[in-house]
């Protein structure tokens, strides 16, 4: 792509830089072929299956969508729900999953189930009864298991026989699949686990029933009917989630158990299946063993925090002989334990990655760096695989591992295997960023402070903080392509100031735990703080014309800062932002402010709403009409207040536009319409 096009524009084509690359990577258990999704052409924009020889370093194109489809995409509005749920924009082959020896594939293209021989390289379409979601072909390839219309089914693969194993016994019934909760804030997007054999699955059953119902309208569009959600804000009931063994003679043996969130199962040939529970107020977690042939479960482990406890990612699980793998707190350390044992120390454990019998891979930080994500391996000893400065994962299969690493050096993230390079047909943005990553203050605020290109020390900048801020993300990353947007805004004549306050991930329990009933108080003060630390840094930066944008909690907090700290921020951008607690989903809002009918005075000095009055400076709320997550009624509610209070601000709304990156168009002018608004709020 060439020069002549412009960065915002760029950034919405490609969406944020990221089509064109390898993604979705698997490893055979012997490590002789890595498999993983890249359009299959580097003009394409639909992803295909590939699939590497890590001896020859040949790589194959094991299923292209333009040869397996003929017509556009269609996807069944439960496959559009779980893509909103993970943020998946990408089109083609989404996602896929192997038999345990890697001879088969299962995938979903417009709804419809595919699988390929991984040995002869072919793939065909299976006949089955409805729009297909969450295919995944059972451990001994000998069928697939997936989800339509909410009812469990599996096709047997010798014969086409298509069964159906788990029916909705009610109206707000389905098998198989994810409730809301469990995918948008505990990252688990299934709902069926295979037995390691291929005769039996362990099924959720959610009854959204208890769960109120909200309606998102169209309103450019009159004569469409509104969509119907059930969205448990906070307070309110969650759906009822159960588990069933299901056999594929349909025999049903029910879980005896109940739990407020089930946070993940595992099955696998180490041990009984596993069952991780939480309670409500998420300070007790339970894991379980179950018995298929009984239902009975027994406890193993239980863990408390007089806070919260996080969901882990990637455990617990067990390693092939059977030992209990944890992502446990270790005083103020995310540690690994294995057992009976903790097997690290000086590191913050983010996720576990792979696990074998002589070692198990982790993603972690170092205690004193949370910028950067390094792979080690963990076993007799501790060794880091990752050499580079910046954010890396791997996973892997035998002795093959395929590292996924994302430096400040080079845009985007290289895959490598050995000394192979897996090629990336993604777009070279065309800025490179600069930061100028920095510690910042009596609490070490990690930041990136980005000047415009070519800036002339002793000229003066307006200045722009553009964070995040909140629980579950990072902004400053030791990565390239985390900063070319704010890069971009720097280049417009802004001084950008990222800053990762209290209660982002990273570093450390207390850390995160500061914000404990008091999102406003601690998240804001540390943006006003790195900014004050930074200003003592480098004097160009302005301080008497300072604004914040962000998306999100970002926006929330952009908000935030106008209305409570007119003193330092003099305009601000929102996007998306939550505006009252009250509207948020339960798992995310209880687990840091508590149920509302205990704590409603937590709720209520954490709102926005009534703070409309405060007023002072130039506000523009942007937000998408179609919005399930953080619907479009926070940002109406706090216009209607504002408006109320007599107090000038800008809305713009986005027909059609969810929680996600906006269309190419719809992207490239937000940006360039939010930087006129800045400019001129800040002349």
Known sequence: MGNDISFPRQQARTQRFTVGAPRTFAVSADGARVFFLRPATATSRANGLWELNTTTGVERLLADPATLLSDPEDLPAEEKARRERTRESGAGIVGYALSRD?????????????????????????????????????????????????????????????????????????????????????????????????DRLIAARVNNAPVQRWYIADPANPGTAATEIAYPAAGTANATVSLHVVSLDTTFVPVLLEFDYLNDVHWSSGGAPLITTQTRDQRTRRIYTLSPETGAVTE??????????????????????????????????????????????????RRVLDIADDSILVAASAADDPTQVHVYSVGGSVEKLSSEDGVHSAIRGGDTVVLVSATLDWFGARARVGDHIIESWADTPVLKASPRMLTLGERSIRAALLLPTGHVPGTKLPVLMDPYGGPHAQRVVSAQNAFLASQWLADQGFAVLVADGRGTPGRGLAWERAIAFDFAGATLEDQVDALQAAAALEPDLDLTRVAIRGWSYGGYLSALAVLRRPDVFHAGIAGAPVTDWRLYDTHYTERYLGHPDDRPEVYDSNSLIADADKLSRPLMIIHGLADDNVVA?????????????????????????????????????????????LKQSLA
Do not use: C, K
């Not at 009610?170 to 686990?193: C, K, N, P």
């Not at 863990?303 to 005083?331: C, F, K, M, N, Q």
């Not at 216009?639 to 996600?660: D, K, N, Q």
């Open 300 to 349: 193993l482990a239980v863990e408390t925090d007089p806070t919260w406890l996080e969901v882990s990612d990637g455990a617990p699980a067990w390693t092939p002989d059977g030992r209990l793998v944890r992502i446990v707190g270790e005083g103020d350390e995310y540690a690994l334990r294995v057992g009976d044992e903790v097997l690290t120390s000086g590191l913050q454990v």
């Open 102 to 198: 890697a001879s088969v594939a299962s995938f979903a293209l417009s709804g419809r189930l595919f699988v390929a021989d991984l040995v002869s390289g072919t793939a065909r379409e299976l006949p089955t009864r409805g729009g297909v979601v969450d295919p995944r072909v059972d451990p001994t390839g000998r069928r697939v298991a997936y989800v339509t219309n909410g009812t469990l089914r599996v096709v047997e693969l010798s014969s086409g026989e298509d069964y159906a194993v788990a029916e909705p016994d009610g109206e707000d019934v389905t098998f198989g699949l994810a409730e809301f909760i469990a995918a948008e804030e505990m990252s688990r997007y299934r709902g069926y686990w295979w037995e390691p054999n291929g």
């Open 633 to 677: 009624a926070h940002t109406l509610r706090l216009s209607s207040a504002l408006l109320a209070a007599g107090r000038p601000h800008t809305v713009l709304p986005l027909s059609g536009v969810t929680h996600m990156t906006p269309q190419e168009q719809v992207a490239e002018n937000l940006l360039l319409l939010q930087v006129e608004f």
